[in-house]
């Protein structure tokens, strides 16, 4: 079926917002005078895990505060997160994550199953869920930032229950990850070493995905490249797409692209650089609060491969996407907190 179909409705009447909420969740009763417990990525960021660890302590001394440090292998961290979220309530404290995307949403899914307060101190690349919050990038005034903070809700994307920040998908999109994942590996992390591994992934040979999507009472079949959901107001923003504002509606965006070439597809690549890419008549983009996507997949398969905020897995189909019920108790600054109010949903 085409992606221009009607069929499938473009607004979600099941999109409640949190302020809507007969009884909202209890925010999180944070001391500000605990130990906080921040969850160091020992393999990612800009910084070595020494200078990390010294510009932490350094400005926590300043401040006349403490903090436990937890450095973790990747493969250690959803076990060390959960472990410090648990201690967070326990302590009526906050777990930081320290790191990536991958190393946030890690983090975010154990304080969200917790329902502790989280901070945040940006080592990425792109940092789009640090820069939507107007998170400091720079590592000293991000501790100093988590010391004058209050737990802020935010919207939580999910997928199969697990948590999502920023965005998760299938297809294409996948791929381009874990190629720019190879390509930092060799030539460092930077935006022009992203933008590069991207058009190499894109010139090769693009699998098509037959999805069928059922949306409330509404199915549809569809064939794409790939499927993008999106939780992040800044990214959504980015490339140019109207549904960016829907996150404060209480949903999230999902974009498909028709079937096209390796030349057109590089075109939608430029076209998301200028921010003009929701203009493309090869692109289709709505907003959702719950969708259910059933891939067509070989006999005997039922694993899909997925990423959400930058990292790549495999989950069994089929795949739910919806809001979560339950925000994010986010650390901000006042200043930042006062601004985009306590019942801000981008992320």
Not at 90 to 103: E, H, I
Request: charge should be positive.
């Amino acid at each position: 079926m085409d992606l221009n179909s009607n069929t499938l409705s473009r607004q979600d009447h099941a999109a409640l917002p949190y302020q809507s909420m007969t009884q909202p969740p209890r925010v999180p009763d944070v001391d500000p005078a605990a130990t906080l417990l921040f969850v160091i990525n020992a393999a990612s960021g800009r910084n070595d895990p020494q200078t990390t660890r010294h510009v932490i302590e350094e400005a926590l001394r300043a401040a006349g505060r403490t903090g436990e440090l937890l450095f973790a292998r990747p493969d250690e961290l959803a076990r060390v997160a959960q472990q410090a979220a648990t201690t967070a309530c326990a302590r009526r404290s906050a777990v930081v994550a320290v790191g990536g995307d991958g190393t946030i949403n890690s983090v975010a899914q154990a304080a969200h199953a917790q329902g502790c307060a989280m901070g945040v101190m940006p080592q990425g690349t792109f940092n789009y869920f640090a820069r939507t919050h107007g998170l400091p990038a720079d590592a000293a005034a991000a501790v100093q930032a988590l010391l004058r903070s209050v737990p802020v809700p935010v919207q939580v994307g999910l997928i199969n229950e697990h948590v999502f920040l920023v965005n998760a998908s299938l297809g294409l999109y996948p791929e381009l990850l874990q190629d720019r994942e190879a390509y930092k590996a060799r030539f460092g992390r930077s935006r022009l070493v992203a933008f590069g591994s991207a058009l190499v992934t894109l010139l090769g040979t693009h699998r098509q995905l037959r999805l069928r999507i059922e949306q409330g009472a509404t199915t549809r079949d569809v064939t794409t490249p790939t499927l993008f959901v999106g939780n992040n107001r800044l990214q959504l923003e980015q490339v140019g797409l109207p549904q960016a504002h829907s996150l404060d509606e209480g949903c999230i965006a999902a974009v498909m692209l028709r079937p096209v070439g390796a030349f057109a597809m590089l075109w939608l690549l430029l076209r998301g650089t200028m921010g003009t890419l929701g203009e493309a008549d090869t692109v289709e983009s709505f907003k959702f609060h719950r969708m259910l996507v059933k891939p067509r997949l070989a006999w005997g398969r039922r694993l899909v491969k997925v990423a959400f905020d930058g990292e790549v897995s495999w989950m069994r189909a089929p795949l739910e996407f919806r809001v979560s019920p339950r925000p994010l108790y986010l650390l901000k600054p006042l200043i930042a907190a006062g601004t985009s109010g306590p019942e801000a949903g981008g992320t």
